[in-house]
Nanobody, 117 residues
Framework: VQLQASGGGLVQAGGSLRLSCVAS???????????LNWYRQAPGKQRDLVAS???????TYDEAVKGRFTISRQNGKKNIFLQMDNLSPDDTAVYYC?????????WGQGTLVTVSS
C-alpha cells in the first residue's frame, strides 16, 4: 500500500492549487476507516500538520490555513484532497499526505508547492 501525492506546482500569491493523494493498493474498507492528514514542510523548518479528516468526515485545520484550505476525501476512489485558496508565499513547502492504514503509518512522497509574491 502506498500513498501518492500530486498536484503541486508554482502559483502566484492569491492563487489556488488542489492537491490529491491516492492510496494505491488499499482496499476500500481499510481506506474509509482511516484518519488522513496533510502535512507540510517549509525549507529549514519542521514538518507541520496542516489538515486532518477522520473516517466520519470531521475535519480540523491548523490556524494558519483555516478559512483558506479545505480537506476532503473520496472514499470510493481512495483519494484525499487539499484545496488551497488565497495562497501566500508563506505556504511554500513540500506537502505530504499521511495516514495510518493496515496498522502502519504511511506517508506520500511529497509534492512541492511554490507561491511567488
Amino acid at each position: 500500500v502506498q500513498l501518492q501525492a500530486s498536484g503541486g506546482g508554482l502559483v502566484q500569491a492569491g492563487g489556488s492549487l488542489r492537491l490529491s493523494c491516492v492510496a494505491s493498493g488499499a482496499i476500500l474498507s481499510e481506506f474509509s476507516g482511516s484518519d488522513l492528514n496533510w502535512y507540510r514542510q517549509a525549507p529549514g523548518k519542521q514538518r507541520d500538520l496542516v489538515a486532518s479528516i477522520n473516517s466520519a468526515g470531521a475535519v480540523t485545520y491548523d490556524e494558519a490555513v483555516k478559512g483558506r484550505f479545505t480537506i476532503s476525501r473520496q472514499n470510493g476512489k481512495k483519494n484525499i484532497f487539499l484545496q488551497m485558496d488565497n495562497l501566500s508565499p508563506d505556504d511554500t513547502a513540500v506537502y505530504y499526505c499521511a495516514g495510518r492504514l493496515y496498522g502502519r503509518d504511511l506517508w506520500g512522497q511529497g509534492t512541492l508547492v511554490t507561491v511567488s509574491s
